[in-house]
């Protein structure tokens, strides 16, 4: 019913930046939240920024101050700005929305993620 897309990722060096996006498409009444995860080798995916339809944000306190999430709702799509980027920050990225869906039985919530873009932060 709905498919996420995600855009960006690539390899750079400490320091430096990346960008990634995600749209959103599909039968789509309305995406209420929508954010970013990663997960390392090794590791759980963890939560990296989120953004409520009204554009309130939280990081987790890894990022802060380096990555700032937005989104777009016209064009159903979030964004993840990645500055200052260290090793620690490689991982596959994830993008995740919550999304109420037209359905022949009205409207539904459905959580839903992208495929995953890996991120490598390396010298």
């Known amino acids: 019913q709905v498919q996420l897309v995600e855009y960006g990722g690539g390899v750079v060096q400490p320091g430096g930046s990346l960008s990634l996006s995600c749209a959103a498409s599909?039968?789509?009444?309305?995406?209420?939240?929508m954010g970013w995860y990663r997960q390392a080798p090794g590791k759980q995916r963890e939560l990296v920024a989120a953004?409520?339809?009204?554009?309130?944000?939280n990081y987790a306190d890894s990022v802060k101050d380096r990555f700032t999430i937005s989104r777009d709702n016209a064009k159903n799509t979030v964004y993840l700005q990645m500055n200052s980027l260290k090793p620690e920050d490689t991982a596959v990225y994830y993008c995740n929305a919550e999304i109420v869906v037209f359905t022949t039985g009205g409207l539904a919530n459905v959580g839903s993620w992208g495929q995953g873009t890996q991120v490598t932060v390396s010298s």
């Open positions: 953004i409520t339809r009204g554009q309130s944000t």
């Open positions: 599909g039968s789509i009444f309305r995406i209420n939240a």
